[in-house]
């Protein structure tokens, strides 16, 4: 809360208490209570006047270099336009770097799902970019990624399409590495992000699925409401899968009530049949029972022959559909259970050459 606001609740609590905080008792008890904001630095004290006044530093003393390293985009091409943050950690300069790209569920935008994931700060810490793409209302009321539209589902169509877009964008203004691009979501994020690395393999290494859905789960809204509950996929098939496997993560809390479990299971089905037929199988470890943030967890790993981890399947025992080790910050998050933020980037920088 500003100081504005801080000073003008209370001077509302006062009056709507029936309180005159111009003249007798309560107008000690308000100039008191002005004093202490300005002392907490929260105002200036004018002490001939017994008034808080309010002194916000100009625009230009915000934290140095934040806003020039959190930037408001926009991609425009063929397919439309969409708007997208962009995160370019202080480390950041000639060399090329890892691209995380960030899908946010619905109801959310990039501001929301950054501060939720706190991605920017393991940006900072291991030095890669972080797109954010914003899903408008007016492609969706409720700002959820249309993955179950059968039109945004393949290459060259709509949203994978303007999502792939913005990586070239990126690219062409940013020294980046193009072996090091991924794509994480999170509910309808996630199942985009699920689409969008299937249709374009050869863009994005590796993609992080949580709480989300499996490629051609529904194909009208109907269908997506079914395949949410754990219910029969939609009757058209699904679109045509990647020619071959791309590395997978799976998060998806046992307790989620708007996307069932089953889906993320169907994730990770999809990732090892693609690998299966890429001529890549793929052996399971067992699942390993561990306590993630004071929540049990099992986690499943898939490795290729040479024991390189390319499928992981964590499910959080007692997780709703939320963003495990989450910051209150954003919407849709769970302190609890593991770190998935870390895990995910703990995966995708594991493909590092």
Known sequence: MNPQSITATIERALSAAGL????????????????????????????????????????????????????????TGAHGSRSYKLYVPPSHAGSAAPLIVMLHGCTQDPDDFAAGTRMNELADRHGFLVAYPAQPKRANANQCWNWFDAAQQTRGTGEPALIAGIVADIAAAHPMDPQQVFVAGLSAGAAMAVIVAAAYPEVFAAVAAHSGLPLGAA???????????????????????????????????????????????????QALQAFEQGATPLQAQQGLAAVCGGKQCTTTHYLDAEGVEQVVHCVVHGGSHAWFGGSAQGSFTDAGGPDASARIVEFFLARRA
Do not use: C, E, W
């Not at 005159?20 to 002490?47: E, H, N, V």
């Not at 997978?248 to 994730?267: E, F, K, Q, W, Y």
């Open 20 to 75: 005159d905080t111009s003249s007798g008792p309560m107008a000690q008890a308000t100039a008191t209570i002005r004093k202490a904001l300005a002392d907490a630095g929260l105002a200036q004290f004018d002490a001939d006047s017994g008034t808080a006044v309010i002194d916000l530093p100009p625009a230009s003393q915000a934290p140095a270099g934040l806003s020039d390293r959190f930037t408001s985009r926009t991609h």
């Open 219 to 269: 194909h009208d809204m109907p269908s997506a409401f079914a395949a949410m509950q754990g219910g029969p996929v939609g009757t058209k098939a699904p679109p045509a899968r990647a020619s071959r496997g791309v590395p997978t993560i799976v998060l998806h809390g046992d307790a989620d009530m708007t996307v069932t479990p089953a889906n993320g299971r169907s994730i990770v089905q």
